[in-house]
């Protein structure tokens, strides 16, 4: 599966933000089999789990994001979707979409299939 994150940008802080990942495929299968992730990669950090849905639509969210982000997912459309509130500066990074078949939780190296990530910049 392949997989492409879009919809960053440059933001203010508190301002409001929709990740999109869309997923694609060789052949007739979907995304929809598949646990599908949002992470950050900050200047200098580690890429760093964020959320993660299941294919029936079970989440699992990293702490320090709940309340904040809300993950959902399209299986229709292929599409993943990162909704980020109250951006803080803090929240500037990289951010890529991952997804594995069989991993839900927070470690990154189970997750198998990666795509190119967007830029979120939230300025002060």
């Known amino acids: 599966v392949q997989l492409q994150a879009s919809g960053g940008g440059s933001v203010q802080t508190g301002d409001s933000l929709r990740l999109s990942c869309a997923a694609s495929g060789a052949s007739e299968r979907t995304v929809s089999p598949y646990n599908v992730g949002w992470f950050r990669q900050g200047p200098g950090k580690e890429r760093e789990f964020l959320a993660v849905?299941?294919?029936?639509?079970?989440?699992y969210y990293e702490d320090s994001v709940k309340g904040r982000f809300t993950i959902s997912r399209d299986n229709a459309n292929n599409t993943i979707y990162l909704q980020m509130n109250s951006l803080k500066p803090e929240d500037t990074a990289v951010y890529h979409c991952?997804?594995?078949?069989?991993?839900?939780?927070?470690?990154?190296?189970?997750?198998?299939?990666w795509g190119q990530g967007t830029l979120v910049t939230v300025s002060s």
């Open positions: 849905i299941r294919w029936t639509g079970s989440i």
């Open positions: 991952g997804a594995s078949y069989t991993h839900f939780g927070p470690r990154v190296r189970e997750y198998n299939y």
